[in-house]
């Protein structure tokens, strides 16, 4: 799995299968904020939860 990104243009997530079939969904902007988003909050729950030593 490669990430590549622009701020203004969003990202593109290049998949590779099995099968050398290549994937490459492109997500805009306002989703790839959105998903940063639930992201932190995943990870701040998650923190709470399991909280390093």
């Given amino acids: 799995m490669i990430i ?6 969003g990202a593109v ?3 590779e299968t099995d099968n050398e ?3 490459e969904p492109v997500i805009g902007p306002d989703v790839l904020a959105a998903l940063e988003v ?3 909050k995943a990870a701040a729950v998650h923190a709470k939860h399991h909280p390093v030593r």
């Fill in 13 to 15: 997530v290049f998949l």
């Fill in 21 to 23: 079939i290549t994937l």
């Fill in 4 to 9: 590549s990104g622009d701020a203004d243009e």
């Fill in 38 to 40: 639930v992201l932190v």
